[in-house]
Each structure stands twice: as structure tokens, then as C-alpha cells.
């Protein structure tokens, strides 16, 4: 079955960018059909959609974060990365990176991001 890794650093300083990857086994991201997306979840709130990157490479993102986000993928590596510039701690989360097709979706197990400086 398909299983998702998020990857990066777990504390980024005020001002610099939040880069994370998700690496992608059992499955290919280019695969007809599916959504490779960036979810996360603030201490103490609700599920955020970040935005996502599809089987052919387009992006979509959160109107409240597109201006600070940017979605990739790397297809040899069967990787897609996360880059989120000029973050606050506002910005702290458990970010998670997964997959959607019709009917279902998998979750990586998410990993922990903290804003400080």
C-alpha cells in the first residue's frame, strides 16, 4: 500500500522559510488521477488545507496562504516538497503531506514544526 514520509527540519526561525518533503513509496505520484496535498493542524485547532500539487504537476493553493506558498515535486525521487516563506510563529504545527483520489485518502503520520527563535 502507498505510505507517505514527511521530512525537514522541526524548528525554523521567525522571517525564514519552512521547507519540508514528502517521500512517496508504493506508489507513483504521477499516477492518473491523483492529489498530492500539504495539510496542518495548529496546537489546540482544526485541519488547515495548505494546497496540493497533481499527477501532472499543477498546483493549487489556500487563498490564505498562497501568497507565501509554494508546492514541487521531484518525479525521480517520488518526492513533492512544501516551501512556506516568511513564517510566525503562528506558522507552528504538525504538518502532514497526503494523498487523494476518489473515495479515499492517506495520511502520512505528520511531523512537528515550531516557530521560534
Known amino acids: 500500500q502507498v505510505q507517505l514520509q514527511e521530512s525537514g527540519p522541526g524548528l525554523v526561525k521567525p522571517s525564514q522559510t519552512l521547507s519540508l518533503t514528502c517521500t512517496v513509496s508504493?506508489?507513483?505520484?504521477?499516477?492518473?488521477?491523483?492529489?498530492w496535498n500539504w495539510i496542518r493542524q495548529p496546537p489546540g485547532k482544526g485541519l488547515e488545507w495548505i494546497g496540493n500539487i497533481d499527477y501532472r504537476g499543477n498546483t493549487r493553493y489556500s487563498p490564505s496562504l498562497k501568497s507565501h506558498t509554494s508546492i514541487s515535486r521531484d518525479t525521480s525521487k517520488n518526492q513533492f516538497t512544501l516551501q512556506l516563506s516568511s513564517v510566525t510563529p503562528e506558522d507552528t504545527a504538525v504538518y502532514y503531506c497526503a494523498r487523494n483520489v476518489l473515495g479515499t485518502t492517506a495520511w502520512g503520520q505528520g511531523t512537528q514544526v515550531t516557530v521560534s527563535s
Open positions: 508504493g506508489g507513483s505520484i504521477t499516477t492518473n488521477s491523483y492529489y
